[in-house]
């Protein structure tokens, strides 16, 4: 099984970003069954979770993302995607998605999202 990113990169404050993050070696009934989470990890700092979207597609956000940031899941092509609007500098980090299965912890590469100010 492998988590694999997409998006992120930089821009202004006030501007908006999409990460992808896509399962690969899972069928999509097992993928439809997953929480998936969103981490982050700015420099110096302890990584700290973002937001998580269950198999009912209940989702939870930590306070300093809730009302800016969006997760949603297409099971057909066993992706989630987190929407990031009214980005700030404290968005800056690494993002990183995050599946418990089977009794293993898969993390997703990484992705840079930086925010000038």
């Known amino acids: 099984v492998q988590l694999v990113q997409s998006g992120g990169g930089s821009v202004q404050g006030g501007g908006s970003l999409r990460l992808s993050c896509k399962a690969s070696?899972?069928?999509?009934?097992?993928?439809?069954?997953?929480?998936v989470n969103w981490y982050r990890q700015a420099p110096g700092n302890q990584r700290e979770s973002v937001a998580n979207?269950?198999?009912?597609?209940?989702?939870n956000y930590a306070d300093a993302v809730k009302g800016r940031f969006t997760l949603s899941r297409d099971n057909g092509k066993k992706t989630v995607y987190l929407q990031m609007n009214s980005l700030t500098p404290d968005d800056t980090g690494i993002y990183y998605c995050?599946?418990?299965?089977?009794?293993?912890?898969?993390w997703g590469q990484g992705t840079q999202v930086t925010v000038s100010s």
């Open positions: 995050y599946m418990f299965r089977k009794g293993t912890d898969y």
């Open positions: 979207i269950t198999s009912n597609r209940i989702t």
């Open positions: 070696g899972m069928i999509t009934s097992e993928f439809s069954s997953k929480t």
